[in-house]
């Protein structure tokens, strides 16, 4: 279970470490083909490995199966939404911060920022691992795998454009590669947190799985397709989008 729960972190580490084998800023070809593709994995994730287990869960419901999906979707846009207006964060490669104001340094607004996507990320795995461990649910600790690889394939290109702007901002690969490892540990932490409360939560779990699904599709809505669609090269963040999709989606039928 605890390998499981590494493996995102490990994804983070390691995109971060590029920061000390690439010059200057990342291209912007090349991070819009990331931002697309980590889009991509994180849409179909929400849809095989959480919402479509979640109905399933409820299959004894007949049509009212969705009611869970679907009220679980849209509270995990809201919970996103508001820790987007309440936290003072800054996306990469604005100059202008989101939230309340605070006198906290561009690095600490990028590194918040950074924190709340990875949040839903983190509830994610937890809560298919919960599920998992659930006697008679229809997730299979392969699924709990499936979701934790393919997560953590989505972080490498994320560490990475977590950590170059950093370096681009005037901090050192060192501190830049540190600060955008940390930016991944609350996935683990978000994780156990889950985890430890499964037997509690066990009546709430299709609820929570799409829970964790809104989470997700809210960043990628509000954050990864925007940054990822501006200026120039678009379609090349649709290519990766579509990579990621489609590489989520077979790891999670075939794993499954």
């Known amino acids: 279970m605890l390998t499981t729960i ?4 490990l994804g983070t580490i390691l995109g971060s470490a590029f920061v000390f084998f690439m ?3 990342m291209p912007s070809l090349v991070q819009k083909t990331l931002l697309g593709f980590a889009s991509g994995v994180m849409v179909a994730a929400s849809v095989w490995s959480l919402l479509i287990p979640g109905i399933d869960m409820c299959a004894d419901m007949g049509r ?3 009611v869970p999906a679907a009220v679980g979707l849209l509270a995990g846009m809201a919970f996103l939404l508001a820790i987007d207006r309440l936290t ?3 996306h990469i490669g604005n100059s202008k911060p989101e939230g309340p ?3 906290l340094s561009r690095t600490a607004m990028l590194s918040l920022a950074v924190t709340i996507h990875n949040l839903p990320e983190g509830m994610s795995v937890g809560v298919v691992l919960a599920g998992a461990m659930q006697q008679g649910s229809a997730i299979t600790s392969a699924a709990a795998m499936a979701m934790a690889l393919g997560i953590a394939i989505q972080n490498i290109p994320e560490g990475a454009i977590i950590s170059m702007p950093m370096r681009a ?4 690969r060192l501190r830049s590669f540190t600060m955008g ?3 991944g540990l609350v996935e683990p932490l978000g994780a156990l947190l889950v985890v430890a409360l499964a037997s509690v939560l066990t009546p709430a779990l299709p609820y929570l799985l799409a829970f964790a699904a809104g989470a997700m599709l ?3 809505v509000e954050e990864l397709i925007p940054e990822m669609s501006e200026g120039e090269h678009s379609n090349i963040g649709t290519i990766g989008f579509a990579i990621g999709f489609t590489l989520m989606m077979v790891l999670d039928v075939v794993l499954s």
Request: charged share 15%.
């Open 64 to 66: 009212m199966a969705v």
């Open 88 to 90: 003072p964060h800054l």
């Open 6 to 9: 590494l493996i995102p972190f």
């Open 218 to 220: 809210y960043v990628v």
């Open 169 to 172: 901002e005037g901090n050192s």
């Open 23 to 25: 010059r200057g800023a």
């Open 181 to 183: 490892a940390l930016s």
């Open 101 to 103: 104001r605070s006198r």
